[in-house]
Nanobody
């Protein structure tokens, strides 16, 4: 199970930090990802972090978002800075474990608006 939190309403240029706590999986053996889905759009990959802590980002968030993980806390984070209205979406965390087993969190709403 993945439990995401940290979303909310923020003004353009502001920051938020999303968290996703995992249970029921061997967290350290899972690559972790953040996706987002805006109304009317397909779900898109925002950022990912491997078990070896290699990171990757969508071009639209490079230099603004940072993904990290704390295996001791079974938590993956997404630090979002310089937020823009187009970052408004429901953000989902996702795990991919051995054998490609995949789990999704429930989503947390991020709204960037003045």
């Amino acid at each position: 199970q993945l439990q995401a939190s940290g979303g909310g309403l923020v003004q353009p240029g502001g920051s938020l930090r999303l968290s996703c706590v995992a249970s029921g999986i061997i967290f350290s053996a899972n690559a972790m990802y953040w996706y987002r889905q805006a109304p009317g759009n397909q779900r898109e990959l925002v950022a990912g972090i491997t078990t070896g802590r290699s990171t990757s980002y969508a071009d639209s968030v490079k230099g603004r978002f940072t993904i990290s993980r704390d295996n001791a806390k079974r938590t993956v984070y997404l630090q979002m800075n310089s937020l823009k209205p187009e970052d408004t979406a429901v953000y989902y965390c996702n795990s991919v474990g051995p054998g490609g087993i995949r789990y999704w969190g429930q989503g947390t709403q991020v709204t960037v608006s003045s």
